[in-house]
């Protein structure tokens, strides 16, 4: 089965950047659509962005104009470019198909803070 294996989080000022990777074990990622989910304490895991086969992209409300979401399917490694970040975007990003499967990673930890 898919294992997820997330990194790249850490802690940044506001309006800072950062690049998240997530590795995706096994031989069907090319063939699936998969996403980018956060949760912050207290809240429900959300989709933050989505990328379909064939590159279609969508976006949160919250991430649209400064998230970009993006795969290399020869690497099966998925990426989300986040700039401009707010204190808002603080949470543990995960990587999972979308619609997700049972199981999850470890995620990475983004904290926004100054």
């Known amino acids: 089965q898919m294992q997820f294996v997330e990194s790249g989080g850490g802690l940044v000022l506001p309006g800072g950047s950062l690049r998240l990777s997530c590795a995706v074990s096994?031989?069907?990622?090319?063939?699936?659509?998969m996403g980018w989910y956060r949760q912050a304490p207290g809240n429900e895991r959300e989709l933050v962005a989505r990328?379909?086969?064939?590159?279609?992209?969508k976006y949160s409300d919250s991430a649209q104009g400064r998230f970009t979401i993006s795969r290399d399917n020869a690497k099966k490694t998925l990426y989300l470019d986040m700039n401009n970040l707010k204190p808002e975007d603080t949470a543990v990003y995960y990587c999972?198909?979308?619609?997700?499967?049972?199981?999850w990673g470890q995620g990475t930890q983004v904290t926004v803070s100054s």
């Open positions: 999972n198909r979308n619609p997700p499967v049972s199981w």
């Open positions: 096994g031989n069907i990622f090319r063939y699936i659509e």
């Open positions: 990328i379909g086969t064939a590159g279609s992209l």
